[in-house]
């Protein structure tokens, strides 16, 4: 089973992000493609960004690498070097533990695919831009107080 057909895997845009900070991303449709393909070392999405949605909140992990191929469409990656558009082909790598919180936005008025590799993580995430702090599995403040 090397070619998956994406119309068999389940796509869904549920975040576990709290209250406002989920609206960014209701727009953003993804794939499990790991799981669906017996792959348990890292993990794998095919991610759809409508116009206007947000892969994610800015962010960086501890413990977590990430890399992400556009397949289709345009994308803004904003990370604390400013912001870069990205296009079909366009490569980019966040190491963990680097402190670059980045995030890819879609300003266009297509959609834009692209694959997201990386590994789950049992480390902190860290969301520069807004009040909120990934540890243990649970998002909280900043201080640590509960959402």
């Known amino acids: 089973m ?9 796509q ?3 975040t576990g992000y709290p209250g406002d900070y989920a609206l960014p991303v209701q727009g953003r449709w993804y794939r ?10 890292f993990g794998v999405s ?26 289709s469409g ?6 604390d070097a400013g912001e870069t558009v990205m296009l079909p082909g366009d490569c ?4 963990k533990g680097d402190g670059n919180g980045h995030v890819l936005q879609n300003r266009s008025g297509a959609d834009c695919a692209f694959i997201a590799v990386g590994r789950a993580s049992q480390t902190d ?12 599995g649970r998002f909280v403040h900043k201080d640590g107080s509960s959402f």
């Open 74 to 79: 345009e994308a803004v990656l904003v990370d």
């Open 92 to 95: 980019a790598a966040f190491p």
């Open 32 to 41: 499990r493609l790991a799981p669906a393909s017996g792959i348990d070392d």
């Open 125 to 136: 995430c860290h969301y520069p831009d807004i009040d909120m702090h990934l540890t243990d």
């Open 2 to 10: 090397p070619k998956l057909d994406l119309d068999t895997i389940p």
């Open 12 to 14: 869904s845009n549920a």
């Open 46 to 71: 095919h991610v759809v960004l409508k116009p206007g949605a947000w892969s994610s909140q800015r962010h960086w992990h501890e413990g977590e690498d990430e890399f992400v191929v556009m397949l």
